[in-house]
């Protein structure tokens, strides 16, 4: 499994997991993938060479499947729209020793429950997405699609949320005084 694509994506904050599943039942979404624990590794250089050019590399466990991740730089806009690489990896350990090799090295971990959700007549995905710092839906399909479901959901685009995990937990520690370390549960 290998794709390159160019991602388009918002987040949208919930109360709750209950709320953001009941928002989606009412929309017309349905389960297409149960829900699944994820833990994610970002991998950078000890200078910050690819956080600080808003690229990424990331290792992401997820029921039994392990998928390496390249995001490029984010566009402007109201949308996160950037370039995906992904790609299945076979022996996780293995790939950590090559990443380490190339000068990559893990730099934040953060984790969550993710649980997928389609509409029946397609169009994108949205996923709900369990995190320490809170509860986001995520909207992923053509610019159009975000912007359809999000109001069908009763969402506008004041609520868009394009930041990266990352950069949601860093805010949330400032905002609750803690120094960052990593977005795993039973930490914070």
């Not at 998928?67 to 566009?75: Q, R, S």
């Not at 806009?77 to 950037?82: A, N, P, Q, W, Y």
Request: some cysteine; glycine content about 10%.
């Amino acid at each position: 499994m290998s794709s390159a694509s160019r991602e388009v994506e918002i987040k949208l904050a919930v109360p709750d997991a209950k709320s953001g599943r009941a928002i989606l039942r009412r929309g017309g979404f349905r389960v297409s993938r149960p829900r699944v624990f994820e833990a994610n590794t970002v991998f950078d250089t000890a200078a910050l060479a690819l956080r600080n050019t808003g690229r990424l590399l990331r290792l992401r466990q997820a029921g039994g499947d392990t998928i390496l991740t390249y995001k490029g730089a984010a566009l402007p806009g109201v949308h996160k729209s950037r370039e995906e690489i992904e790609t299945a990896i076979l022996h996780p350990a293995r790939m950590t020793a090559i990443l380490n090799r190339l000068g990559y090295d893990p730099m934040f971990r953060y984790e969550k429950y993710r649980t997928e959700f389609r509409e029946p007549r397609g169009g994108g995905v949205a996923t709900l997405d369990e995190t320490p710092i809170g509860v986001f839906l995520e909207l992923e399909g053509p610019p159009r699609w975000i912007d359809r479901i999000a109001r069908r959901l009763g969402f506008r685009t004041g609520d868009y949320i394009t930041a990266s995990y990352g950069r949601l937990y860093f805010e949330w520690c400032a905002q609750h005084g803690l120094p960052p370390d990593h977005m795993v549960w039973g930490r914070l």
